[in-house]
DNA sequence: TATGAATGAGGTTTCATTCAT
DNA sequence: TATGAATGAAACCTCATTCAT
């Protein structure tokens, strides 16, 4: 019973992302995603109660999606768990952008919008902390260098995985190039 | 001599470039940049037409000065020259930030923003190129591994500029910590 | 026999009532009654081509229940009529705010609304002159004093109905204190 | 320096009174405002920094007119003081209407707000407990009859300032009649 | 020149009402 | 018939920019 909808849930995050993505935060409004989408701007109040709220779902799904995908990684193998880990990553290249977005969502209002952060915090904490254990059990089994601290490790880690791709070649070969200059860095020899 | 002026360009400059760092180009406003100086916001239209002016003016600033450090380089030892540029970069934490802004400016009602505009993008170009220039150079010199193309390397450069100093050492500590993963890369052995 | 409807006219008028009353005129929204009320908002342009129908209807209603109530008091003692008539408006403590809303309800589209409106203003007219009738009739009796304009005594006597019971008292108990009270004042003696 | 206002403060308020009482809290808007004053709608934010901070002002202005009236009464006689007190409120025979807003405006956002309406409050209690102590006065000299609660008393007294005067005569007769019946009831004798 | 004040454009949100299932 | 969804009008508020002292 009732009309159609003229779109889902998911078009709307979508489009979201797609122009939080492309505008940032400050430059993203309503009207644009409006625009993005086909239907009125109120008619987005339908689905969610307000433009944070919106917005926060929006991470929210984002940090989800990274999360499964990292959540699946085989661990067996110390290395082969980093290249898999900056696989994922790669293959959600903007996901920063879109994660770095949370430190600017006013949650006063509404209490979704507060568990929306809380959660996309949390993982925040918990992708780091993973990452951070898997690179201790390599260094303790000498496959990482132990002359330079785990924290500037990842944190350089964390940083390749927003290294543009410049060169225009697929994901796949893409990691490859990046981890290889991260393991092997790019001095002859 | 007479009344100190409310603030001078400097001043206003300084004020924004610090404003843009923290809140980005859409979350940079007229008044929140007349609360951080000492003075009316309408007197900041004395110096500049209109607010995308102003912008442009901070970011071009901003390149000048990166371009001023680059340029004293010398590049007669190849990886000492890449070594200084880093340091360069890293002294200037907050460059990419800023210059990133540019592409965000609106510059269709004014000549002075379009020169500007022009300006930082050649600045971009200069820099890229000459980073080309040398690495090329280095790996002719064989101290850069040749199985890497240099766009590869020089875009991990680029983003390594930006590794956030979690660590809190000094910049010369950094920049050498960082240099070293650069090189050598985390790999043991 | 098949499903009950999912409300009645009359829960539907009983509900608008008492939100007219908590929240007046302005305050009043579909949205709000929808929300106080088993079915839909667009349930409700079933039974009402508008919101001021639907409120000229209300306050209609309220009307025909208070002229219902004063018709059947027995006039023949003219002082017993008007105990009477302060125990029914006390019965009825709200019927003024319900009232006065319909000065703000807008009739120019439905003929429907104009109907009621008028039906509301002949209302008012008729109380207030069957009350003015038995005062008169009273001040000819000589149970009330001459030297006061019935229109004053009608006056006040339409304000006594609507001091707020602040003592908590029962109907009962508190329209025999007002009568007292508007008949013997409260000097002592 | 800077330009002439188009409005002082004051003709704000007063515009914003008159309009408060002819439409109410929730009838009340800037659009509404802005075209009762000469301005644009966004000029009313230079004065107050929202709606609610707006009507809050109004409101305490109010309060503060009223017990400037009342707070010079002379009590040396209870019953001239009782006097004077009816004829202050007849003065402002809009003032409950005004005073009632109070329950609607929203504080949450601005500490401003919220001391308006703790002072429109304190001012309220301060006005009952003032009538309060003068009527118990007058009970115990006598000139108030002990047979009914002060309470009651009080109630009736806050409920005759309301009173329309439907006989168009002077403030002045308005209140002799009044206070005359009050204190006399409208029986005969 | 410096600035306080004014303002219109544009963004957010709410709500009565309509649409289409 | 009942309703979920869509929507435009209208309210609130902010901000770049202009005005006039």
Same mark, same amino acid.
């Given at each position: ?8 849930? =998911? @078009?709307?995050?979508? *489009?979201?992302?797609? %122009? ?13 995603? &409006? @625009?993005? +989408?086909?239907?009125? !701007? &109120? ?5 969610? *109660? ?8 929006? +991470? ?5 999606? /990274?999360?499964?995908?990292?959540? #699946? ?11 898999? =880990? %900056? ?13 770095? #977005? /949370?430190?600017?969502?006013?949650? @006063?209002?509404? =209490?979704?919008?507060?568990?929306? /952060? ?9 992708? !780091?902390?993973?990452?951070? !254990?898997?690179?201790? !059990? ?17 944190? #350089?880690?964390?940083?390749? +995985? ?6 225009? +070649? ?20």
């Amino acid at each position: 019973m009732g009309r159609k909808a003229v779109y889902t849930e =998911t @078009e709307l995050l979508d *489009a979201t992302e797609k %122009l939080l993505i492309t505008h940032g935060y400050e430059g993203f409004h309503l009207k644009l995603l &409006s @625009e993005h +989408v086909n239907g009125a !701007r &109120s008619t987005i109040y339908q689905y969610y *109660a307000n433009k944070e709220e919106l917005i926060a779902a929006c +991470v929210r799904r984002a940090m989800q999606r /990274i999360l499964k995908k990292i959540e #699946v990684i085989d661990e067996t193998d110390v290395m082969d768990a980093l290249h898999a =880990t %900056l696989r994922a990553y790669i293959d959600e290249s903007k996901l920063h952008q879109i994660l770095s #977005v /949370i430190s600017k969502v006013k949650g @006063e209002q509404s =209490t979704n919008t507060q568990a929306d /952060i809380a959660y996309v915090k949390e993982g925040h904490d918990l992708l !780091r902390q993973q990452l951070f !254990r898997i690179m201790t !059990r390599a260094q303790q089994e000498q496959k990482l260098r132990q002359d330079i601290p785990v924290m500037a490790i990842l944190t #350089v880690f964390f940083t390749f +995985v927003d290294v543009p791709n410049t060169m225009g +070649v697929s994901n796949d070969d893409w990691t490859n190039m990046l981890f290889k200059i991260w393991l092997e860095g790019v001095k002859l020899g």
